[in-house]
């Protein structure tokens, strides 16, 4: 009679289960989306203003003189623009990463909320290119954010482990 020891691993793989995914609506990956998207385009900004500013060298003395001349500036204005869709693209993320499902659904309310915020926040732009630009924002804004929601869920799905079928390869 050969008994097993109950002290020894057993044989046969024993795959881990995942953590259950609530499924509800998690209001704090939408927050905490669009507050990446807005705390990360407000610092750039800031940094950028320093730089640009730097860069364009002794003139006007005051802050609103360098304000109103960086604001008829094309590098700085797509420079801005461009960084601060990338922070859109990392609320999105966040959101999605956040929530574990629903991605689409979670991006999309932390990109409604970082948006709201955004025309509050900056009320209008005055400028030659003012129109142009608001209007490329406010087109791109919600594909943006989707793809960062897009981003999450393929992540997630590389990051769950892969269950193998009977017969296939282990």
């Known amino acids: 009679m050969s008994d097993s020891n109950p002290y020894q691993a057993p044989s ?4 881990d289960q995942p953590d259950p995914v609530n499924r509800r ?12 998207d807005l705390g990360g385009t407000i610092a750039a900004s800031i940094v950028l203003f320093v ?14 003189g360098m304000t109103s001349r960086l604001q008829q500036s094309w590098p700085f204005l797509m420079t801005s623009m461009i960084v601060g869709s990338a922070f859109t693209v ?3 993320y966040v959101a999605g990463r956040v929530a574990r499902h629903s991605f689409y659904k979670h991006a999309l309310g932390a990109g409604v909320i970082s948006f709201v915020a955004g025309i509050l926040l900056t009320g209008s732009d005055e400028g ?3 129109g142009l630009l608001s209007l490329l924002g406010y087109t791109l804004h919600f594909p943006l954010v989707l793809l960062g ?4 869920a393929q992540r997630t799905d590389r990051a769950r482990p892969r269950s193998s079928s009977p017969g296939g390869p282990p």
Do not use: Q
């Open 25 to 36: 609506f998690n209001w704090k990956a939408v927050l905490l989306g669009a507050g990446a």
């Open 51 to 64: 730089v640009f500013a730097a860069m364009a060298g002794p003139g006007e003395g005051s802050a609103d």
């Open 149 to 152: 929601g897009r981003l999450a």
């Open 90 to 92: 990392l609320g999105g």
């Open 12 to 15: 046969a793989h024993v795959d």
């Open 128 to 130: 030659p290119y003012s």
